[in-house]
């Protein structure tokens, strides 16, 4: 359908029928009428002016019609037509929408979330200011939909005036195990989990990325795994950024690491996930919460006290610390897409400069001697 919009409604073709409607909104619900045939967008417009005027005039006339959409309504749409498509970004809107917008402005105008409300709103939530941040990029996503849509004038966003106290700053600081504690960690742990451990702290993988990683990702040949999927709730998708779909480059102790667990596991094909669950017949890798119920009880027998799945990835990155890597070796090892999510601090690396600091990581855990069993 071609439209033509305004603040007082809209004209639409329907193309099976070759006749134009005019659409607008009243008290939270879209309705229409058929105005006829026309040849051109300009000529519905016109002809749908006096439907213009008296929707503007009961504007007017009662202040509580209103032709913009409901917030309810507005998210419906916003889900048909430019919600996020990789899945845990989709997935993360949900939860927001879901469980903190709607209860609260389900049945507001979209006009009616003014920074000052939704200001004090937010701060009344018992969460994080992160997640009060995210909360409000989610406000601010859908305010920018209908300006897009032509539901409310083109105009600043009024969820930049919002601000939130704190958000810059963590209200836990991410763990990072020391070597001791990882090898008491992982000493402890069965396969594939002591794999995905060690692939995780010596790679700095995300769980997603490791878990959606198949043995024809891993070129013995050439020392290299291809970084180029994550899997999320078992919902295969992109990674999370351009800069994380890389051709990473691994030492030999790690390729060993990997050519030990393909001789034990039953999925070895090139296509086979290299953590094909058992369960699902191979068809899908462990799960995330199989993986982290895993880590937890094992991190508890092992005395070190609880740590999440990523706490492996924020290991590594203090260990290139420890082993003196160059804070920009450091953001290409990371696979960041900017530098300052490792560290505000700019420069160049080479080839080798990244894998000398890798292979040192890799013999804090897995000496040669550990390697070679002597």
């Known amino acids: 359908m ?7 409604g809209s004209v639409v073709l329907d193309e099976k029928s070759k006749t134009w409607r005019f659409f607008w909104w009243e008290q939270g619900k879209r309705h229409s009428k058929q105005i006829g045939s026309y040849k051109t967008k300009t000529e519905a417009w016109n002809a749908a002016k006096p439907l213009r005027d008296a929707v503007e ?5 009662n202040p509580a019609v209103q032709t913009v959409p409901t917030v309810n309504v507005l998210v419906e749409q916003y889900r048909e037509e430019k919600m996020p498509k990789r899945f845990s970004t989709r997935y993360g809107y949900e939860q927001w929408l879901v469980n903190h917008i709607l209860p609260k402005w389900r049945d507001s105008w979209i006009t009616d979330l ?3 409300p939704v200001e004090l709103w937010l701060h009344s939530l018992e969460l994080s200011p992160k997640s009060r ?6 406000i601010q996503q859908l305010w920018e939909f209908a300006m897009w849509r032509g539901e409310v004038p083109t105009q600043r966003n009024p969820m930049e005036l919002v601000t939130i106290k704190g958000a810059t700053k963590r209200t836990r600081q991410p763990r990072s195990l020391t070597v001791d504690e990882f090898q008491a960690f992982v000493s402890k742990l069965a396969e594939p989990f002591r794999t995905i451990a060690l692939l995780c702290v010596l790679l700095g993988l995300r769980i997603s990325e490791c878990l959606a990683i198949r ?4 070129d013995c040949l050439k020392s290299k795994l291809h970084v180029e999927q994550g899997i999320v ?3 295969l998708g992109d990674v999370k950024t351009d800069e994380s779909r890389k051709h990473m480059t691994i030492c030999t102790d790690v390729l060993e690491v990997l050519k030990v ?3 034990a596991t039953q999925f070895s094909a090139p296509e086979d996930w290299v953590f094909a669950s058992p369960a699902q017949l191979g068809k899908l890798p462990w799960s995330y919460p199989q993986v982290w119920k895993v880590f937890q009880k094992t991190a508890e027998a092992a005395g070190i006290g609880k740590l999440a799945t990523h706490t492996m990835r924020h290991t590594y ?3 290139l610390d420890a082993v003196g890597t160059p804070i920009a070796v450091q953001q290409k090892l990371m696979r960041h897409a900017d530098i300052r999510t490792t560290m505000n601090i700019y420069g160049d690396v080479v080839t080798d400069e990244m894998s000398q600091a890798h292979a040192k990581v890799v013999q804090m855990v897995l000496p040669k001697k550990a390697v070679n069993g002597t």
Request: hydrophobic fraction near 35%.
């Open 233 to 235: 709730r078992q919902r």
């Open 261 to 263: 667990w393909k001789q």
């Open 2 to 8: 071609r439209r033509a919009r305004n603040r007082s």
């Open 215 to 218: 043995w024809s990702n891993v």
């Open 317 to 319: 990155r203090a260990w």
């Open 133 to 138: 941040v995210h909360i409000r990029g989610v």
């Open 114 to 116: 003014q920074p000052r």
């Open 57 to 61: 005039q009961q504007a007017v006339v």
